[in-house]
């Protein structure tokens, strides 16, 4: 009596073929990301590549990307000085309304998201979702009364009005998802409320942190509207700077351009140096609270 041998068919190396279905989703999906791409890129590499141009070659539409570079644009923003100097105020506001409000809400985030202090959180939104133009007349006449119009102080509180909601709305997911069981263990070897904050809850959200840091950050980089109404030609900045590029009679686009390219950096950076917490911190805040 014989056996048969049956032999396994060799792997060809090749992966079969999905459903006819799946591979049309897939090419749907690639083709709009690729659209969708292309639509956020182009005005960027647009404003990139006019900051090399002159005004006439910025204007000439057929002028695309095919061009003799120039620094001229660069190099008369940089001699006029007041890119620079505009530049350097908003990084002195946006470093200090973003850790002064990090240092309130942080903690009243903590206190909301672990006592369930449900009014606390209705009121937080409220203070989210009022028009900050609504305020403009009251603060202008508080600050003008008080002196402070012009000053790097009523800059730095009418972001920090924004700022402070905004990160307390971030984090209070945050707190609320972590395990209030490590808190219970602290306390039970002697910590306090709030030196098991300190030490247990913090560190752990140290991505949620970052997150609503950087965006609160980019908030008050960004700002115009505040800075047109409580700024001085000494205390403006970047957004008022690059409005002053625009004129009644004309538009000095290549100065423009090369002034939005240069604002563009610190925040590129910011977020490329932050990646690793701010897409943790946003997946967390996605499945917590």
């Known amino acids: 009596m014989s056996a048969t041998v049956t032999h396994a068919p060799r792997p060809t190396g090749r992966r079969p073929a999905g459903p006819p279905r799946r591979r049309n989703c897939s090419w749907l999906r690639g083709t709009a ?7 956020f890129a182009l005005p960027v590499v647009w404003m990139f590549a006019a900051a090399f141009k002159t005004n006439v ?31 350097g105020n908003s990084l002195l506001v946006g470093v200090i309304s973003t850790v002064l409000s990090a240092v309130i809400a942080v903690p009243a985030a903590w206190a909301v998201g672990r006592f369930d202090m449900h009014r606390t959180g209705s009121l937080i939104l409220v203070a989210r979702i009022v028009p900050a133009i609504s305020l ?103 957004p008022v700077t690059l409005f002053n590029f625009i004129s009644y009679a004309s538009t000095d686009w290549g100065g423009l351009m090369a002034a939005s390219t240069l604002i563009t950096v610190p925040v590129v950076l910011a977020a490329v140096l932050g990646q690793k917490y701010l897409v943790s911190g946003l997946t967390s805040g996605a499945t917590k609270g």
Do not use: K
């Open 33 to 39: 990301i690729t659209i969708v791409t292309l639509v």
């Open 136 to 238: 403009l007349v009251p603060w202008y006449y508080l600050f003008a009364q008080l002196g402070l119009v012009g000053s790097y102080t009523v800059l730095i509180l009418s972001h920090m009005f924004v700022s402070v909601p905004l990160i307390m709305w971030i984090m209070i997911s945050f707190f609320a998802g972590l395990p209030v069981e490590l808190e219970e263990a602290a306390r039970t070897d002697g910590l306090s409320a709030f030196g098991a904050f300190w030490r247990i809850s913090l560190p752990l959200a140290a991505p949620g942190t970052a997150t609503a840091s950087l965006l609160a950050f980019v908030f008050s980089w960004n700002n115009f509207m505040f800075a047109l109404v409580f700024a001085d030609d000494i205390t403006q900045t970047v």
């Open 57 to 87: 070659q910025v204007t000439d539409p057929s002028v695309g990307l095919w061009f003799r570079p120039t620094l001229d644009n660069f190099r008369s923003i940089v001699e006029a000085g007041q890119i620079l100097r505009s530049m």
